[in-house]
């Protein structure tokens, strides 16, 4: 397949951005994507209900005025076909296609010292090399596969939304079980309740789930944002915790009277969107503050499920805010409906799965599809599938036995020459990913261009510098509720310490960083 400058992993909403950036700039590039297509997550999880959880207006490209004004928003919360019809629309204006080979998936990637070259092998046995290697595999991206026993013997057909079939598959009239209730399961359930002879609903752990509030978009305010859009974009890079356009906390709840408090609550619940998390400053560490928060829904939840037992076993018992919130359309309703059951896990856990349905301890379930809505092997489980290796042998998360190590989020030490933007140590999956990737590209980019001024062959993460943003990570998430509760946000050691692997710190705090190491000759990082 040849020799390049910079091989790019991925053709999601990073890769796209990522090969128009540095063709642009004249680099040969080549791309490797184990899809048919481009679109990432959104060209996968095409399952029936799947939407984006924030603002469609923030939650797209604003790199280009061209490009903003090329796609009308249809919705607050963009469906799945609308983002990937986006994703392609802007892959054939910034003719990236082309660049990129499809249905090739990357087996392995070794980096070679006296070359200082990355050789990269595919599954169908192909060979390449280059200068630089850019994962924009992204953080969700490596689906959990289900384990239970007897799966092979089903009879019926079992899909998974992560990976959902680009066949029909057929769910009108049909017993459907769902297993998992995080947020594609939340989607996937309020869609399906509608069409399913029966569904029942395997829960594990209640999850959070509250209003969307989607709506029509009035294109008037897409386009005088598109106006204004290079003031609107830095503003979202040095003024925002998240990149995106969500009331930030101002005070703790203590700074508020009751009344006051309460009609917060009720605003936000009006309002809708993942504002539950962040209404009052200290939420995310004081527990009699979230514990005022989280009764708030949980009183939501039993006022909308009219079955006293049910709307129990769906009210989550952890703090609000330490897993990834939901954002419901009809959830919580589809429990009212004589269609729907719910299996709490807790009480009746899976045995097992046989060739006409699933038994747990107690009863056997009757049904002709399973959809399994078990989430992903987040933040590593990309980069261990594709199997880089350094001039030692060793992978990167060798090296993160007691949590991920990164200077940034953008390098781990021992690796010349690779990035992983959006990677763990950054903001990543706490914020606008479209955003992200953008700056983060941009920053490769200008970091590569500035490699070449120098006539530097490498650059990589010092261990010092690695040492210093690692303990910044972890300094700044101490106290954070989420650390006590088991999520894919969380790293926990054999010794049973806990990592919070994204960035607490916001976006604003990590592009502050991201400019301040590139003005000093990119400090904390070694240039050789």
Not at 292 to 304: L, P, Q, S
Not at 366 to 393: H, K, P, S, Y
Not at 409 to 416: I, L, R, V, Y
């Amino acid at each position: 397949m040849g020799d390049y400058d910079i091989a790019i992993i991925g053709a999601g909403l990073g890769g796209v951005y990522a090969m128009h950036r540095f063709t642009s700039q004249g680099w040969s590039v080549v791309g490797l994507e184990g899809a048919s297509d481009v679109g990432g997550v959104w060209y996968h999880n095409r399952y029936p209900g799947a939407r984006v959880d924030l603002d469609s207006l923030d939650y797209c490209y604003s790199f280009s005025e061209d490009v903003w004004r090329s796609w009308q928003w249809r919705e607050r919360y963009a469906a799945q076909p609308e983002l990937l019809g986006y994703l392609n629309s802007v892959a054939d204006r910034l003719d990236v296609r082309r660049h990129f080979h499809f249905e090739t998936w990357l087996n392995a990637a070794t980096w070679d010292p006296a070359r200082r070259r990355y050789d990269l092998t595919t599954a169908d046995g192909r060979r390449l090399s280059c200068r630089f290697l850019v994962l924009t595999t992204g953080q969700l991206s490596a689906a959990r596969k289900p384990g239970f026993p007897g799966l092979d013997r089903f009879r019926g057909r079992w899909v998974m939304t992560s990976h959902w079939p680009q066949d029909e598959v057929e769910t009108a009239g049909k017993r459907i079980a769902v297993i998992g209730t995080g947020s594609s399961g939340v989607q996937t359930i309020s869609t399906l309740a509608s069409e399913a002879e029966h569904l029942y609903v395997f829960q594990r752990t209640a999850n959070y789930a509250v209003p969307a509030q989607n709506r029509p978009l009035d294109g008037m305010v897409q386009k005088e944002l598109g106006d204004r859009l290079p003031v609107e974009r830095e503003q979202l890079l040095t003024d925002t915790a998240g990149g995106v356009r969500i009331p930030e906390p101002q005070h703790p709840m203590s700074h508020y009277p009751t009344a006051e408090r309460d009609a917060m609550l009720v605003s936000q619940w009006e309002t809708g969107g993942q504002g539950m998390n962040s209404v009052f400053l200290d939420q995310g560490r004081d527990p009699q503050v979230n514990d005022i928060v989280a009764d708030f829904v949980r009183d939501r939840i039993r006022g909308t499920v009219r079955d006293p037992a049910m709307a129990e076993a769906l009210c989550p018992t952890y703090p609000i805010g330490t897993r990834r919130l939901c954002l419901e359309i009809g959830y919580y309703d589809a429990f009212n409906q004589d269609n729907v059951s719910l299996v709490d896990l807790r009480d009746d856990p899976i045995v097992e799965i046989t060739e006409t349905g699933l038994r747990t301890r107690d009863h056997h379930h009757e049904v002709d599809l399973i959809v399994f809505a078990l989430g992903f092997d987040a933040f590593t489980g990309a980069i261990d599938g594709a199997n880089i290796r350094n001039g030692q042998g060793i992978t990167p998360t060798d090296r993160w036995r007691s949590g991920p190590r990164t200077r940034l989020g953008m390098m781990t030490a021992g690796f010349p020459n690779l990035f992983l933007p959006t990677g763990p140590g950054s903001p990543s999956v706490l914020g606008n990913l479209f955003l992200q990737n953008e700056y983060s590209i941009d920053w490769i980019a200008d970091c590569i261009a500035h490699l070449d001024e120098k006539r530097y062959a490498s650059i990589e993460a010092s261990e010092a510098g690695e040492a210093e943003w690692t303990a910044h990570v972890a300094q700044l998430a101490q106290g954070l509720l989420r650390l006590g509760i088991d999520n894919y946000m969380v790293h926990v050691s054999d010794d049973g310490s806990r990592t919070f692997i994204p960035y607490i710190g916001g976006v604003r705090r990590h592009v502050a960083s991201m400019r301040e190491a590139a003005a000093g000759n990119y400090a904390g990082f070694d240039l050789r």
